[in-house]
């Protein structure tokens, strides 16, 4: 074996070659082979997670803090003064129906009682004085039932169709001219004599006092409660938007208490504008709706319970009238049993009535709150209390048979004293009291509605203001850190 001889290089070493299988190169894998597994990727994350996360980061920054007082300052003084607005817009709405359309309402109804009442009345005054029958009371009839048509006009026109009030003034609408054509036929028969005129306006009165004077009185009763729900939709107090508004202070105070305490500053000009509009608000709020509560309660005390007693005393009045015309146009032909004794229907009612007439005068002089209102009240309850003087000896000369003589104490002249000058004198007495409590509801009313001009619109200008005055203030505090 030979050896290499001393100090020769080794001979090179070949490259490995890594072993061939048998029958040439691997094949490539296939294109269609399924990849790897790889991880799953994390869920995508809403946004509103997202928000959440960067609110969270904010608001440990005081940055980030500052704008999120700023943002909860601006939506409190701004939700405040949008309650405001809304709610005085709902009450002075109320306050203005009740000053321009309820209460107007519910005086038309009672006027169409009262003239149905008044046609009534003087159509049997008219009766009684014969064939040729006077032309002031022809006229004082016509005059009523022109009213009441005017009045139902106006009533139906303010009215909203299906309602039980349209329906009411729709039924009165057709009973006007079947009593009007009863009149006309009791007119017509009466000027030639015949008895049968008398059967007619017998007719007319039933006709009015069963079916027009309930359907009438009705239509006051809803027109009332119609009143009634507009005084209590305007009186409330605004509770929500008061309590807004002591809230949206509260924090404008906290947020200047906590820039005073880290800065050392005692007053931001833009929340010191904020909460001065939001003081104003709140004051203006409370003020100007304790002052039109003030007020709306005054109309309805001194001028709406004082006018309904007051209509209630003049419809007896009419009624009373018209009953004690008819004692003498039924010549005893209707009567009714009194504890056991027989007496005149007509006259029974006319006691009633005068009952009623009493107790409503003693409640009205008491509801009178000056002399202008217990005046004409006082007259009318004289002229009352001589009429059922007149009254008796206008009774005593029909018991007697004395009919001329007790027509005479009804309506005959002025030598005479009949009962009519009483009943005019009780009406119009009721008229100038009426006229006064009706002056005095349209001030009181007025003053309360006035009382919130100008609140809606005031408070929602405010409230933007002070909204942007505390954004502003805020603002300033966070351009320090910039």
């Known amino acids: ?43 995508r994350r809403t946004a509103w997670a997202e928000g959440v996360d960067r609110l969270k980061a904010a608001a ?21 003064g949008a309650t405001t607005a809304w709610q ?78 349209a329906r009411t003034i729709a039924r009165l609408n057709t009973l006007l001219p079947q009593y009007k054509g009863l009149i006309e036929r009791a007119r017509a028969n009466n ?41 209590d939709a305007a009186t409330p107090y605004p509770w929500i938007a008061i309590a807004l508004g002591v809230v ?14 880290r800065t050392n500053r ?19 709020l409370v003020v100007g709706h304790t002052v039109a509560r003030s007020g709306l309660d005054s109309s309805y005390d001194h001028g709406v319970r004082s006018l309904n007693v007051l209509h209630d005393a003049s419809i007896a009045s009419l009624k009373a009238r018209g009953n004690e015309n008819l004692t003498l146009v039924s010549r005893g032909a209707e009567t009714v049993s009194v504890q056991g004794e027989t007496k005149d229907k007509y006259d029974v009612d006319f006691q009633k009535q005068m009952d009623l007439l009493g107790g409503r005068l003693k409640e009205a002089a008491s509801l009178a709150d000056d002399a ?49 000058e009483c009943f005019d004198q009780v009406d119009q007495s009721l008229d100038k009291a009426l006229a006064h409590e009706q002056e005095q509801f349209d001030t009181y009313a007025g003053d309360g509605r006035d009382a919130m001009t100008g609140l809606v619109v005031g408070s929602a200008v405010l409230a ?13 505090r966070l351009s320090e850190y910039r």
């Open 372 to 420: 202008s209102g217990r005046t004409p009240v006082g007259t009318a309850n004289s002229g009352m209390k001589e009429w059922l003087k007149r009254h008796e000896d206008a009774r005593a000369q029909d018991d007697s048979g004395n009919y001329q003589g007790a027509l005479d104490k009804i309506i005959g002249s002025k030598q005479e004293k009949p009962t009519g």
């Open 1 to 43: 074996m030979t050896h290499p001889p001393n100090g020769s290089a080794a001979p090179p070493t070949m490259p490995s070659v890594p072993p061939q299988t048998r029958g040439g190169p691997s094949p490539a894998p296939p294109t269609n082979a399924p990849a790897p597994p790889t991880a799953p990727a994390p869920p």
């Open 191 to 231: 000027r030639q004599g015949f008895p049968l005129g008398g059967a007619y306006l017998r007719y007319a009165n039933q006709k009015m006092q069963t079916e027009m004077l309930p359907a009438a009185e009705d239509l006051y009763t809803k027109e009332n409660q119609r009143l009634r729900d507009d005084y």
């Open 464 to 476: 933007v203001l002070a909204a942007a005055a505390a954004v502003l203030g805020i603002g300033r």
């Open 60 to 80: 440990i920054t005081e940055p980030g803090r500052l704008r999120i007082i700023g943002a909860v300052l601006a939506l409190l003084v701004v939700a405040f």
């Open 248 to 261: 949206a202070l509260g924090a404008l105070g906290w947020a200047q208490r906590r820039n005073y305490r």
């Open 266 to 284: 005692v007053f931001n000009q833009g929340l010191l504008g904020a909460t001065a509009a939001t003081t104003v608000v709140l004051l203006w």
């Open 88 to 165: 005085m817009t709902d009450r002075s709405s109320a306050a203005d129906d009740v000053l321009h359309s309820s209460q107007p309402l519910s005086a038309d109804a009672a006027d169409i009682y009262r003239s149905l009442a008044d046609a009534n009345t003087a159509a049997s005054s008219g009766f009684l004085a014969g064939g040729q029958e006077p032309a002031a009371v022809r006229d004082r009839y016509e005059k009523d039932i022109r009213r009441a048509a005017d009045k139902l006009v106006r009533a139906a026109a303010s009215t909203d169709p299906d309602t039980p009030s």
